[in-house]
């Protein structure tokens, strides 16, 4: 495997790790898992589309993750205003999602971000070393989930996931931690996804597909090697993860493995990380 393959694979793995840390603030902080980030990631690359093609390259980004942020308030509203299941909050605005991000792009279905006019260059166009400008990018985001998370409202937002019975008895409006924490989330997972279109140059509708599962996977493959759960822990988890994950995705498109076969690799992956926990007490138990 050449430098250029390897560079290429850490590049996109802290492109993919920005939605890694979304997905993390959801899936572990407030211990839901949301089904919004496949729309929502699409979303961020349809944003940035739109926007970088208009000659506003850079506000684009800050577009993207905004828009995503409307999309996890979508989802926390659902749940908490309407009451309905977390699982099927998220599978109702992605599904929703699909069309709005089809009208972003002016109902088209892919939109190349390729022109001559130098206004709408992209953030990798305008520098020789995409990993100069990634590596600042996560590591600003990083530290400010850190420094957040440390914040009396991070706290909250973190006793939300850990036990929501007792935030409320606390006179903590539990619901408006849910809406913060799925905005952030969604956020930076739409963000992830505008990266992800500057840096390849094009954005697709249905590009969002199986993106929790790549996120969980980052996440999942960076705690197996920190194994420690403590906030600054899991999200440098997230990133390192993130990064591995890529590397090993590239490494078996290099040995042959279709790229197609990779979504489902993906999923039994995650699927057997989160079951050992269950399988080794069970095992416990049968011995005991």
Same mark, same amino acid.
């Given at each position: /495997?050449?430098?250029?393959?390897?560079?290429?694979?850490?590049?996109?793995?802290?492109?993919?790790?920005?939605?890694?840390?979304?997905?993390?603030?959801?899936?572990?902080?407030?211990?839901?898992?949301?089904?919004?980030?496949?729309?929502?990631?699409?979303?961020?690359?349809?944003?940035?589309?739109?926007?970088?093609? +208009?000659?506003?390259?850079?506000?684009?980004?800050?577009?993207?993750?905004?828009?995503?942020?409307?999309?996890?308030?979508?989802? *926390?509203?659902?749940?908490?205003?309407?009451?309905?299941?977390?699982?099927? *909050?998220?599978?109702?605005?992605?599904?929703?999602?699909?069309?709005?991000?089809?009208?972003?792009?002016?109902?088209?279905? #892919?939109?190349?971000?390729?022109?001559?006019?130098?206004? #709408? +260059?992209?953030?990798?166009?305008?520098?020789?070393?995409?990993?100069?400008?990634?590596?600042?990018?996560? *590591?600003?985001?990083?530290?400010?989930?850190?420094?957040?998370?440390?914040?009396?409202? !991070?706290? *909250?937002?973190?006793?939300? %996931? #850990?036990?929501?019975?007792?935030?409320?008895?606390?006179?903590?409006?539990?619901?408006? /931690?849910?809406?913060?924490?799925?905005?952030?989330?969604?956020?930076?997972?739409?963000?992830? %996804?505008?990266?992800?279109?500057?840096?390849?140059?094009?954005?697709?509708?249905? %590009?969002?597909?199986?993106?929790?599962?790549?996120?969980?996977?980052?996440?999942?493959?960076?705690?197996?090697?920190?194994?420690?759960?403590?906030? !600054?822990?899991?999200?440098? +988890?997230?990133?390192?993860? +993130?990064?591995?994950?890529?590397?090993?995705?590239?490494?078996?498109?290099?040995?042959?493995?279709?790229?197609?076969?990779?979504?489902?690799?993906?999923?039994?992956?995650?699927?057997?990380?989160?079951?050992?926990?269950?399988?080794?007490?069970?095992?416990?138990?049968?011995?005991?």
């Amino acid at each position: /495997m050449s430098s250029a393959v390897i560079l290429k694979a850490i590049e996109l793995g802290l492109v993919l790790s920005v939605l890694s840390l979304g997905v993390y603030i959801s899936f572990r902080i407030l211990d839901i898992p949301d089904l919004t980030v496949d729309g929502s990631f699409s979303t961020g690359a349809a944003t940035v589309a739109v926007m970088t093609m +208009a000659g506003a390259p850079m506000v684009g980004l800050f577009a993207a993750f905004l828009a995503g942020c409307v999309c996890g308030i979508i989802t *926390a509203l659902l749940q908490t205003k309407m009451h309905i299941q977390p699982l099927l *909050a998220g599978i109702i605005t992605m599904t929703g999602l699909y069309s709005i991000n089809l009208r972003i792009m002016g109902n088209l279905p #892919n939109m190349p971000l390729i022109s001559l006019d130098p206004a #709408n +260059a992209t953030l990798f166009d305008k520098i020789d070393q995409p990993l100069l400008a990634l590596i600042p990018i996560v *590591a600003v985001i990083g530290l400010l989930l850190y420094w957040f998370f440390k914040t009396n409202l !991070g706290l *909250a937002i973190r006793a939300t %996931g #850990n036990n929501e019975a007792m935030v409320r008895s606390s006179s903590i409006n539990a619901d408006t /931690m849910k809406i913060i924490g799925f905005a952030i989330s969604n956020g930076l997972v739409a963000l992830s %996804g505008a990266l992800f279109a500057q840096y390849n140059h094009f954005a697709d509708v249905t %590009g969002g597909t199986g993106m929790m599962v790549i996120g969980l996977a980052g996440i999942i493959v960076g705690e197996a090697i920190l194994q420690k759960h403590t906030i !600054g822990f899991g999200l440098f +988890a997230a990133i390192l993860g +993130a990064c591995i994950y890529r590397f090993l995705y590239t490494l078996a498109l290099q040995f042959g493995v279709p790229s197609g076969d990779m979504n489902l690799i993906s999923a039994i992956l995650v699927a057997i990380t989160i079951s050992i926990p269950y399988l080794r007490k069970r095992k416990g138990t049968e011995n005991a």
